[in-house]
């Protein structure tokens, strides 16, 4: 191909930048990928030793610099500025939990992939109704469907609300991973197609019997130490990935969980044919598994390499699959937000300063000491911990409720560990942010995720380094969700046989995502209804965006 490319150069050097390879020939599937938690500083750190999936993607289109832009750097806003091409200021996806205290039922809490308004259901897990009722704007899924009702969509997702948010509105297949029944689920779903059962068969039959301990690479052997953890949880550094029967935490926190959902993307392919109808295909695969592991280990032991090393083996496996189909696909991979290490092992190397949050900010704590500061009774003050969208109490009187927020911002603002708090009032006055992401100002990133009906009365953001996990006795140790660059940082990266290979350094958005691999496929975005910007990924600009 690259000769091919350079021949047509030497002879006809108009003709080949008129006719790029990428956009001549629409692909016949578009595999998109999120690997959940998956940081531009883990990519950088691994990315000489991968020789699987991993290093084929790193040697092909190549962002190495994109931005969950955002302040609240979670699961589900980041999944849904993926495949949206949209901030979470307008995918409505402001945070994985938020509250709405005119909710009609006991529960003010809101899960972001749930639709509340389903009799009896609840935020909690187990009680919530899986549902895209929350998403504000179709995803790339709905847009080729548009373009052409021929073009079929399939999501398989280690969580459900990677597999809503990238999928959108109406995919033809979304199945997700229940924790509790221990399987790929949709209760949905008018059918469940032989390899999702199938594939269900095989993980219940894995989880039934003990796993032995993973072979430690020899890379990973300098990674291998206890660390031992403040706020109650045990030392970490040294896992492999060992597990009794029936250990479905365990099993979630490792790689047999992606290797499963990897297995399960590739059979429901088969299955549905994906990639061979008449018209561009959407395979969407929600990989889990990195983010459990970092929550539960951080990111600097033996655990997160073992997983990276294994990650790049499965998709290795499963790109090889696909090559001997013979069917010409085009593969984004990119993450939901970054993560860093656990503050004790941070300490050991230049980064003293790393601590885990005070247990006053919590918002249950705060509450309290606002409440016999002020004289109030009641709740006071919601929040989904330390950090991010807090909501005061609507049963004060609005008199109550000003006093609160004053009372509440300054304490918030005092404290040495908070590095901004900002009312709704200056977020909804605030201006959308602009420019390059790596240039947003702190108030620019939390009004990427403010939503006039859904965001809080005021927000939080913590100071670089603060991990806002006090207590670790319930088996998370490390976390991200702040604004910055380590949660924010990801790699974003495409591959497609025959592209010529190429290296962007300078930061991008995930929101360029959907605008990007659109125009691979001709598939109109209407003007003014996106924040992302079509990324050019043939040589010369406005070549693939056209
Ligand atoms: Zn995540």
């Given amino acids: 191909m690259k000769l091919a490319r350079l021949a047509a ?33 883990l990519f950088a750190q691994y990315r000489q030793h991968f020789d699987g999936g991993l290093q084929r993607l790193s040697e092909g289109m190549v962002f190495p610099n994109g931005y969950q832009g955002h302040n609240a750097t979670e699961t589900c806003p980041g999944h ?15 945070a994985n939990n938020w509250f709405n205290l005119g909710l009609p039922r006991e529960d003010k809490g809101v899960y972001c992939s749930e639709d509340p308004r389903v009799p009896g259901s609840s935020s909690k897990g187990g009680q919530y109704t899986v549902s895209s009722y929350h998403l504000r704007v179709p995803a790339l899924g709905d847009h080729m469907k548009r373009a052409n009702p021929a073009s079929r969509v399939a999501v398989v997702s280690g969580k459900d609300r990677a597999a809503i948010m990238m999928g959108g509105y109406r ?30 068969d095989g993980v219940r039959d894995a989880l039934s019997r003990a796993r032995s301990a993973r072979d430690l690479p020899r890379l990973c052997e300098p990674h291998s130490r206890a660390v031992p953890v403040g706020g109650g949880g045990g030392p970490v550094g040294t896992g492999r990935f060992a597990r009794d029967a029936d250990d479905r935490n365990g099993f979630r926190a490792s790689p047999d969980f992606d290797r499963a959902t990897l297995d399960l993307g590739e059979a429901l392919r088969r ?60 593969v984004m991979l990119t993450a939901d937000h970054g993560g860093h290490d656990i503050p004790e092992r941070h300490r050991e190397h230049a980064a003293g300063d790393a601590m885990r949050v005070d ?13 016999a500061r002020l004289r109030l009774s009641g709740d006071v003050l919601y929040g989904d911990g330390a950090f991010g969208d807090m909501y005061i109490d609507r049963k004060l009187t609005v008199a109550q409720r000003a006093r609160v927020l004053r009372e509440a911002v300054a304490t918030y603002r005092r404290h040495p560990q908070v ?95 959907l605008p990007t691999l659109a125009a691979t496929i001709g598939v109109a975005i209407p003007a003014g209804t996106i924040d992302g910007r079509c990324l050019d990924l043939d040589e010369g600009p406005g070549t693939t965006c056209r």
Avoid at 83 to 92: C, F, I, K, N, V
């Fill in 271 to 330: 299955e549905m044919k994906l990639g061979e109808g008449p018209a561009t295909d959407l395979l969407i695969l929600g990989l889990s598994a990195t983010d459990y592991v970092g929550h539960t280990f951080g990111t600097q032991g033996s655990e997160m390499c073992i997983q990276l090393m294994a990650l790049d083996e499965a998709l290795g496996g499963f790109f090889r699959t696909l090559d001997a189909t013979g069917i010409d696909y085009l």
């Fill in 419 to 513: 590095a901004a708090v900002f009312t709704r009032a200056e977020l909804a006055a605030a201006p959308g942010p602009s420019g390059p992401p790596d240039t947003w100002s702190l108030i620019q990133r939390a009004r990427a995720s403010f939503d006039a009906e859904r965001s809080g009365d005021f927000v939080v953001l913590l100071k670089p380094r603060v991990t806002p996990i006090a207590d670790t006795s319930r088996g998370y140790t490390a976390t991200h969700g702040s604004p910055w660059d380590y949660d924010r940082r990801v790699p974003i990266l495409f591959w497609r046989k025959g592209a010529v290979p190429f290296e962007q350094s300078l930061a991008v958005e995930t929101a360029d995502i």
């Fill in 80 to 94: 849904s500025t993926i495949l949206t091409g949209s901030r979470p200021a307008r995918t409505g996806i402001i």
């Fill in 9 to 41: 150069l030497l002879v006809f050097p108009l003709a080949a930048t008129a006719a790029p390879a990428l956009a001549a020939e629409k692909p016949r599937l578009i595999v998109a990928i999120s690997v959940d938690q998956f940081s531009a500083d």
């Fill in 171 to 200: 995919p033809d297949e979304r199945w997700w991973w229940d924790h509790d029944a221990k399987a790929f689920v949709n209760p949905g779903a008018p059918a469940t197609p032989r390899s999702v059962a199938s594939a269900n």
């Fill in 359 to 371: 247990a006053a900010l919590n918002p249950g704590n705060m509450a309290k000491s606002l409440a």
